[in-house]
């Protein structure tokens, strides 16, 4: 017997000859679609069209919508009703009626199967005698930050085991035996160590007093990064890491997910950056490969990023102490011989002016993976010659030629707070697929707002994500170098996802380049008018961090309401309120629900575009979603 449906549902009379075996439901318009064991979809418009007009895929009689065996055709023609309703200026209103089939013998579509968990590979190395030492003068208490994983099938679950710790880099620094500092300022203090691996032995981290010396808060679910703290000492921006437990970092497998948080960035000017990131670290600090290594995830230790920073203290587990010279310009930081290398995935750097989100792929040990370099490797002295992709494939939405799209008072106003969603699409619908977009949707004021479109006619298309095309395009048109490419590409930076990335948030001020690459025109001596070199509002003379520091001492960042989970299960928008279900049209249903991607992208059926609405609507697919079809 057929599954009946249930009361809420409704009945349309017009709908007659239905294959036997199918449970109608018919759904409001912009209702979520979001059961992991859908099997087909019907779409009719409430208006008339003849079959001519139709190509036999938007009337409901259509052998493209009633044959289940091929779900995919009925997600082509819920695209192309919408695309005949807008084309042929109909009424856009229309019924989605969803089946199941009525034997519970039939094996479910193996493109809405349960995702796949990449594995995490652990690499067993042989110790070297080398330690990061704890320091126990100052306990060490990890900050709670709830955060909540969704699903299709269980909704959102929060995890309360959620914390956060505060990077190495950060810490007190003393020897093990009392309280004398072993790095005071910016340098080393040589007379108690000179060489890594002393340093290593001699001196330890301690625990952290998070509010008070480090302006780092956190009330519920919110976190907030104060920029200054004047306490004992100044401490100037900060970098903490969610944690799983007292000893492990939370790791993130982002292919085929969502992640998705609030911010606010409201009190960061020019010059500052707000930053939310992953990075290809080890999940216990890299205790494993250094066992002697006594402090680990708990301690923030075992940073990398793709710029291969030189300016850590410690590094796999030894000191950074050999070649080590005070920054000109900070005077609390330096660098020295050695860097640390590994993929890099910002998912969201800005301010109150400019907003980028950029991959940054590396060749570096397990495909992204953290390794300790030195000299060249490091990007040095040739920035593109190293390990790391320094530049990334960014999408700011100002540099790509919308200029009313984020700003104070524009389309994403960051003088409010507001919702960052980022999707990650891969090739076959799972979680070990090959990395082929990533996409960007903002939710405020209880609107949903996609992406901005590059905007640069004849030069670029009008793309509104990350993908291998337009990564391409955008180097070439911009005349950058192409060491996105040359580290491995979307696919490369997809390959170090798939082995767990750690969530990274941060306040900071720029020494190198005062975040102008960021929020003003760059590099400074380019025309402003050159397509690539704006990316913000921002005086050029701007973003000085001892001028930040003076002009903005209450200057900080809230993220908040942190979500991580299937694709569209992560954020409410639109009239129906449900999770994933966007604003009015093609561009929600197409954007937000996994199966339509896979099956639009890769099981189209000329059928379905044969007559002449149906080749404006192939050409509209194309020059939208730039897809190839066939003849």
């Not at 580290?487 to 767990?500: E, N, R, V």
Request: hydrophobic share 30%.
């Amino acid at each position: 017997m057929p599954t009946q449906a249930s009361a809420s549902c409704y009945t349309w009379a017009s709908l007659q000859g239905l294959p036997p075996g199918w449970d109608l439901r018919l759904l409001p318009p912009h209702g979520a679609i979001s059961d992991e064991n859908l099997a087909a979809i019907m779409v009719r418009t409430l208006t008339d069209f003849t079959p001519s007009r139709s190509s036999g895929c938007l009337l409901w009689r259509s052998p493209c919508l009633l044959d289940f065996q091929q779900p995919s055709l009925a997600a082509i023609c819920v695209e192309y009703a919408y695309f005949v309703a807008r084309t042929l200026s109909a009424p856009q209103r229309y019924i989605i009626c969803k089946y199941r089939p009525w034997f519970s013998t039939k094996p479910r579509n193996p493109l809405s199967s349960s995702m796949l968990s990449a594995a995490l590979v652990s690499l067993s190395l042989a110790a070297a005698a080398l330690a990061q030492q704890v320091g126990t003068n100052t306990a060490e208490t990890h900050p709670t930050l709830p955060w909540q994983e969704c699903t299709k099938s269980g909704g959102c679950v929060t995890k309360s085991a959620g914390a956060i710790t505060i990077d190495a880099n950060w810490r007190w620094v003393h020897q093990t035996t009392g309280y004398t500092n072993c790095y005071t300022g910016n340098k080393w203090d040589t007379s108690v160590c000179s060489t890594n691996a002393d340093c290593a032995t001699k001196c330890a981290v301690d625990g952290a007093s998070y509010a008070s010396t480090y302006g780092i808060t956190t009330s519920g679910n919110a976190l907030t990064l104060k920029f200054v703290t004047k306490g004992e000492n100044t401490n100037i921006g900060s970098r903490v890491y969610l944690m799983e437990s007292d000893t492990k970092y939370q790791m993130f497998n982002l292919l085929n997910k969502e992640f998705t948080f609030d911010v606010d960035v409201s009190q960061l000017p020019c010059g500052l950056n707000g930053a939310l990131y992953f990075v290809q670290m080890d999940a216990d600090g890299g205790m494993s490969k250094q066992p002697n290594n006594k402090a680990g995830a708990k301690y923030g230790t075992g940073y990398c990023d793709s710029q291969c920073p030189r300016d850590l203290k410690f590094i796999s587990g030894e000191a950074n102490v050999e070649g080590w010279t005070g920054s000109a310009t900070d005077p609390n930081a330096g660098t020295g011989n050695a860097g640390s290398c590994c993929g890099e995935m910002d998912i969201w750097e800005a301010n109150s002016i400019s907003t980028a989100y950029t991959p940054h792929p590396c060749k570096t040990v397990n495909d992204g993976g953290q390794q300790r370099c030195t000299g060249q490797e490091c990007n040095t002295p040739d920035r593109y010659g190293g390990l790391c992709d320094p530049d990334g494939c960014d999408f700011n939405s100002f540099r790509m030629g919308d200029k009313s799209f984020y700003g104070p008072g524009l389309t994403v106003d960051p003088k409010k707070k507001l919702t960052v969603v980022t999707q990650f699409i891969t090739d076959n619908n799972s979680t070990t697929g090959t990395l082929v977009e990533i996409r960007r949707v903002y939710v405020q004021d209880g609107k949903v707002i996609p992406n901005s479109k590059v905007n640069f006619p004849g030069l670029l298309d009008n793309f509104d994500s990350i993908t291998e095309k337009f990564c391409d395009d955008q180097k070439t048109a911009f005349g950058d170098t192409k060491s996105f490419q040359n580290q491995g590409g979307l696919a490369g930076m997809g390959k170090s996802l798939a082995h767990g990335h750690v969530l990274v948030l941060s306040v900071w001020a720029d020494h190198g380049a005062n975040m102008l690459w960021l929020d003003s025109d760059y590099p400074t001596d380019a025309s402003p008018s050159t397509p690539g070199i704006s990316r913000g509002t921002c005086a050029t003379s701007s973003g000085k961090p001892a001028d930040v520091i003076a002009n903005s001492p209450n200057a900080q960042v809230v993220f908040s309401n942190i979500k991580f989970g299937d694709i569209g299960t992560t954020f409410t928008g639109g009239s129906s309120g449900n999770p994933g279900t966007t604003t009015t049209d093609l561009y929600d249903l197409y954007h937000h629900h996994e199966d339509f991607y896979y099956l639009y992208h890769h099981q189209l059926r000329p059928e379905c575009y044969s007559d002449p609405v149906g080749s404006m609507w192939r050409n509209w697919l194309q020059r939208t979603h730039r897809l190839r079809l066939g003849p």
